[in-house]
């Protein structure tokens, strides 16, 4: 386990312990490196910073949209390709494409097909539905993020439901249609029940990854969260003051917080899902 160790000791705890000192100290490093101790201030600065309310507020909105819409979505799918469909596996492999594509790759293509006069504005204005500046309208900067990333996520989400499908007993359901009961009852208390290990598993492992949305953000708004703060990610806002502002410890403290939010909103999802009777 030594091999192990030393790679976790010298780039996880170390890298937080490092995290956590800085957060409490103002840290200079244009010319002679310097840190000062200010006490718990980076982390009051916080209270009265609107941007970092701001980034909060959309990475919330993020999270709620996209959370629930990738593993519903993810489910579907899995319950289509784990039918009797014909090319059913060719679907499985076009579905997963997105998943193994670049992320940075992803973001640079839906930023063409969100041109003002790109791909899909083009199908809109065909249909004689209204176009969108999808791009630099702060009031769907968001939502086009979204759209990506649920698009490009959910197929992984499906692979890992479609193997917990593929483990539930088919005695189970030959039992269930012998006794009568219907698609729909079969999916409620048979399907649901046996996945709701692994929906919880999807659930934590989306709602970490989307409190970290960082790269398309970046890429769609050059770095600045724009337009108007509307893609500014907690994420984004750390990297702005680390490596624009060069204010190590307030971004230190931001990165922990941001981390406290993420535990906190696990632990509440294991008292929900209730984990300790999954078992």
Same mark, same amino acid.
């Given at each position: 386990?030594?091999?192990?160790?030393?790679?976790?000791?010298?780039?996880?705890?170390?890298?937080?312990?490092?995290?956590?000192?800085?957060?409490?100290?103002?840290?200079?490093?244009?010319?002679?490196?310097?840190?000062?101790?200010?006490?718990?201030?980076?982390?009051?600065?916080?209270?009265?910073?609107?941007? $970092?309310? !701001?980034?909060? %507020?959309?990475?919330?909105?993020?999270? !709620?949209?996209?959370?629930?819409?990738?593993?519903?979505?993810?489910?579907?799918?899995?319950?289509?390709?784990?039918?009797?469909?014909?090319?059913?596996?060719?679907?499985?492999?076009?579905?997963?494409?997105?998943? $193994?594509?670049?992320?940075?790759?992803?973001?640079?293509?839906?930023?063409?097909?969100?041109?003002?006069?790109?791909?899909?504005?083009?199908?809109?204005?065909?249909?004689?539905?209204?176009?969108?500046?999808?791009?630099?309208?702060?009031? $769907?900067?968001?939502?086009?993020?979204?759209?990506?990333?649920?698009?490009?996520?959910?197929?992984?989400?499906?692979?890992?439901?479609?193997?917990?499908?593929?483990? !539930?007993?088919?005695?189970?359901?030959?039992?269930?249609?012998?006794?009568?009961?219907?698609?729909?009852?079969?999916?409620?208390?048979?399907?649901?029940?046996?996945?709701?290990?692994?929906?919880?598993?999807?659930?934590?492992?989306?709602?970490?990854?989307?409190? %970290?949305?960082?790269?398309?953000?970046?890429?769609?708004?050059?770095?600045?969260?724009?337009?108007?703060?509307?893609?500014?990610?907690? $994420?984004?806002?750390?990297?702005?003051?680390?490596?624009?502002?060069?204010?190590?410890?307030?971004?230190?403290?931001?990165?922990?917080?941001?981390?406290?939010? !993420?535990?906190?909103?696990?632990?509440?999802?294991?008292?929900?899902?209730?984990?300790?009777?999954?078992?």
């Amino acid at each position: 386990m030594a091999p192990t160790m030393i790679v976790m000791g010298v780039f996880t705890i170390l890298p937080i312990a490092y995290a956590i000192f800085l957060s409490f100290h103002k840290v200079r490093i244009l010319g002679e490196f310097n840190l000062r101790f200010i006490g718990a201030k980076n982390f009051w600065r916080m209270l009265a910073d609107e941007r $970092v309310w !701001i980034a909060l %507020q959309n990475t919330f909105e993020y999270v !709620i949209i996209v959370v629930p819409t990738q593993t519903i979505l993810a489910l579907g799918l899995a319950l289509i390709l784990n039918s009797s469909i014909r090319g059913r596996h060719w679907f499985r492999i076009i579905f997963f494409l997105p998943t $193994v594509t670049a992320s940075a790759v992803l973001t640079l293509i839906f930023m063409w097909i969100y041109n003002s006069n790109g791909l899909l504005n083009n199908i809109l204005a065909g249909l004689g539905l209204p176009t969108y500046n999808w791009i630099g309208d702060p009031s $769907v900067a968001l939502k086009s993020i979204m759209i990506m990333n649920i698009w490009s996520t959910a197929p992984l989400y499906m692979i890992v439901y479609l193997a917990a499908l593929q483990d !539930i007993p088919k005695s189970l359901y030959e039992a269930a249609k012998i006794d009568g009961a219907s698609a729909l009852d079969q999916f409620f208390n048979i399907t649901l029940p046996f996945l709701k290990p692994v929906t919880f598993f999807i659930v934590v492992i989306g709602i970490i990854g989307t409190f %970290q949305l960082f790269d398309q953000s970046y890429i769609f708004s050059a770095g600045s969260g724009g337009p108007n703060n509307s893609t500014l990610t907690v $994420v984004l806002l750390i990297y702005q003051y680390a490596f624009k502002s060069l204010d190590m410890g307030y971004a230190a403290a931001l990165a922990l917080m941001l981390a406290a939010v !993420i535990m906190l909103v696990t632990v509440l999802q294991r008292t929900i899902f209730k984990e300790e009777k999954l078992h």
